[in-house]
């Protein structure tokens, strides 16, 4: 596997993330190595290593969809992310189920203050 390519289990669950994406109008895929959405520089979801779907959700929606579906905050290195949750792995392949937990994560992310994508190259610094 090249250095930028997904792991074999997240390039497993892109057929199913991009099928949740198509759901809502405006949100593209974008990630070589890691998939992920986002809008005004803010991630909403992405696929870890091991091919879960993470979702990042408002708290009231974070601990509704954490108790409808047995879920949990989502660790990465040792840390858990406190704004993002597991989706399950049936809950992925169900796309009229997911849908409204995806709306959801966009609009939540759509709420936050927009950050800088790109920082201005070297040579584009007055000089």
């Known amino acids: 596997m090249a250095k930028d390519e997904p792991t074999a289990a997240t390039a ?28 005004n520089g ?41 704004e993002y949750v597991d989706v399950p792995a049936r809950l992925l392949a169900e796309t009229d189920e997911l849908r409204p937990w995806f709306a959801a994560s966009v609009a939540y992310v759509g709420g936050l203050r927009p950050k800088a994508t790109k920082r201005p190259s070297r040579g584009d610094a007055a000089g």
Do not use: C
Not at 25 to 37: E, I, N
Not at 54 to 62: E, I, K, P, Q
């Open 42 to 82: 803010n991630m909403s979801s992405y696929l870890a290593d091991d091919g879960t779907l993470v979702l990042r959700l408002s708290a009231a929606d974070r601990e509704r969809f954490m108790e409808a579906y047995d879920s949990r905050l989502h660790e990465a290195y040792g840390i858990v992310q406190k």
């Open 12 to 39: 497993a669950s892109i057929p199913a993330f991009d099928r949740v994406i198509a759901t809502t109008a405006g949100v593209d895929r974008k990630g070589a190595k890691v998939p992920y959405t986002s809008l």
